[in-house]
């Protein structure tokens, strides 16, 4: 049985590749066991949270992401932070997951973005929703560590 944050990249992974819909491969024990129900719970819990965010359509911008840590790439040679953009009026949400099994660090450049209504937003800090914790947009991007397949979400508003 795969381990919650497993289930949560693969998840979030499918929402920032423009997935419309979320099918879960469940293990029997999913469904048959206390800890099986909750690991799901815990996804569908966090899917919850961003739930009027998931209606909106991916902005066809590339994020940039800059692996700073040792760990950069997985086994097939891809980039191991990926990262999509959505916004919302004023608001913007960048969905960032780490798809490795270990620490990882990265910078996600939000510079180089071609969307007018991003590049005029002035938006000096971003809440990252799981962990209400802020992060403070520096010259090179958002600077952040990820744990093992950990996804992060930062909620940008204009100010």
């Not at 569908?44 to 961003?50: A, E, K, P």
């Not at 949400?93 to 510079?111: C, F, G, M, P, S």
């Not at 799981?130 to 508003?157: M, N, V, W």
């Amino acid at each position: 049985m795969p381990i919650w944050q497993e289930m949560d990249c693969l998840a979030f992974l499918s929402v920032i590749h423009g997935s419309r819909g979320i099918f879960f491969f469940t293990f029997r024990e999913i469904g048959t066991t206390k800890e099986g129900r909750q690991k799901l719970e815990r996804v569908t819990d966090r899917l919850n949270r961003l739930y009027p965010w998931l209606m909106e359509k991916n902005l066809t911008v590339k994020v940039d992401v800059e692996m700073v840590s040792r760990h950069r790439v997985d086994p097939k040679g891809r980039q191991a932070v990926h990262c999509g953009i959505k916004r919302r009026e004023d608001e913007f949400l960048v969905i960032a997951v780490n798809t490795l099994k270990t620490y990882v660090e990265a910078v996600i450049r939000l510079d180089n973005l071609e969307n007018e209504a991003f590049k005029n937003s002035k938006i000096g800090e971003w809440r990252e929703i799981f962990s209400d914790l802020c992060y403070p947009l520096r010259k090179e991007g958002i600077r952040a560590k990820f744990g093992p397949f950990e996804t992060k979400a930062f909620l940008g508003k204009k100010g």
